[in-house]
């Protein structure tokens, strides 16, 4: 009876403080929820950040990939314009178990739905649909056959020409190269571009978010972490490619020499180890090809670890702090952690001449509610701030999916209550609700 006492009075707690915030906020997003099956929950696995993409739209359909109670893995979709989900049951199945063994999913130009999952330094598992805009996946196969043994984070991207990059690490926590392919539509094949972009020298590894932007310049920011410890997480780094990905420059335009290591890589962001800088996080260009990192971190002089924008204004980096939290934490130790905030997702909204930052996460401190927050980028200190979460999602991280936001300005956001233990565990949780949250 106490314990659950206990837990209503945090619940209440947590309520009150989620509606202090929503009254002292100006809401103005149109939301809704469409449900689509239930989800494994006992970890966040179905809700980690660095999932490119949960959620992926082609032409006529949105598909949204997820493990069931049963560690298969589900795919769903749906028709524009409707709430109708077809459900199915594809033959794979992965280690749950595991957070760090995500699913990804992207489509290329012809509508092809391309599958990574289940991985955690171990073999390549990819697929691709056997129709375009089709859930029935063919056979697992390789894409290139080198460097496809100890792959982690396995992440999809759209290229202009309706091609895909595919980036992995290659390695281990605290010992990692990234490695880069590019999927030639016309051929229908993967080729490689670079075994190893950014080289941890067997000493340490990058943590990476990359983002496409409409010229098709591939932009990459990371942060070194040099043991498989999250407290060793330091400096965060940036370089880009304008010609696909076989040559890379930093913000100056100067070239790298490749692989690009810890004593060539240009800082655009100096954080010390032992500052909470949280890694795989996010990274948005906006159309005058200008990037912005969303991240968080705390330093010495700061009283509570803060989210952070980090962004190129003519040339000149900058580091703006996008909140005002009370509620601190010590970041620390080695693989999944069970955190207070998520990792936050970023969007740039352009309109009219004005552009708009768009924050989107999680915070225990207001019961673990998904917020949505904005500033004009003229304005990178003044946020508005609001709930946009039907009911709190304990540790879900943001995902969305791109292709719908660059096409439309729709935003639809995966959207899961998931637990999360300390390190590779899980706690007991029924199987949730996997939804899509339209945001308007």
Not at 223 to 244: F, I, K, M, Q
Not at 373 to 384: F, G, H, I, K, L
């Amino acid at each position: 009876m106490e314990n659950n006492r206990t837990h209503f009075l945090r619940y209440m707690f947590g309520l009150s403080l989620a509606l202090c915030f929503s009254s002292s906020v100006s809401g103005q997003a149109n939301v809704s929820f469409s449900e689509v099956g239930l989800g494994w929950s006992k970890n966040s696995i179905n809700a980690t950040i660095f999932r490119r993409n949960s959620v992926v739209s082609t032409r006529n359909y949105q598909f949204v990939a997820y493990y069931d109670s049963s560690a298969t893995v589900v795919i769903a979709r749906r028709k524009h314009g409707t709430d109708q989900w077809e459900i199915h049951r594809t033959q794979y199945r992965g280690n749950v178990n595991d957070a760090h063994n995500d699913i990804s999913i992207m489509a290329d130009g012809d509508g092809y739905l391309h599958l990574s999952w289940d991985h955690h330094n171990n073999l390549l598992h990819y697929s691709r649909s056997l129709d375009p805009e089709d859930f029935e996946m063919g056979p697992m196969e390789s894409m290139i056959g080198t460097e496809e043994n100890a792959v982690s984070y396995p992440e999809f991207y759209r290229l202009p020409d309706g091609g895909l990059l595919f980036a992995y690490r290659d390695g281990g926590s605290g010992n990692g190269n990234m490695v880069l392919n590019r999927y030639d539509l016309k051929n229908r094949r993967w080729v490689r571009l670079q075994n190893n972009l950014i080289d941890g020298e067997g000493l340490r590894n990058a943590y990476w978010q990359l983002c496409v932007d409409v010229r098709g310049t591939i932009h990459v920011s990371w942060v070194w972490r040099e043991t498989p410890d999250v407290h060793s997480n330091h400096d965060l780094c940036y370089a880009r490619s304008e010609d696909g990905g076989f040559t890379w420059e930093n913000s100056r335009g100067v070239l790298y020499k490749l692989p690009i290591k810890a004593e060539s890589a240009e800082i655009i962001c100096p954080i010390p180890q032992g500052s909470n800088l949280i890694n795989q996080t996010s990274m948005v260009v906006d159309s005058a090809g200008n990037p912005y990192i969303a991240t968080y971190y705390k330093l010495a002089e700061d009283s509570c670890t803060q989210f952070r924008v980090i962004f190129c204004e003519r040339g000149n980096w900058r580091s703006v702090v996008a909140t005002h939290r009370t509620l601190d934490f010590e970041l620390g130790g080695v693989g999944s952690r069970n955190i207070p905030v998520s990792r936050p997702q970023l969007l740039i909204r352009e309109s009219k001449g004005e552009k708009t930052m768009v924050l989107i996460y999680r915070d225990e401190e207001v019961g673990n509610q998904v917020i949505l927050s904005a500033a004009n980028v003229c304005y990178p200190e003044q946020w508005r701030s609001e709930m946009i979460s039907p009911y709190p999602v304990d540790r879900w991280e943001p995902s969305y999916d791109t292709e719908r936001w660059r096409r439309d300005q729709q935003l639809d956001i995966y959207f899961q209550k998931v637990g999360q233990g300390q390190g590779e565990t899980t706690v007991e949780m029924e199987p949730q609700m996997v939804g899509i949250l339209e945001v308007r």
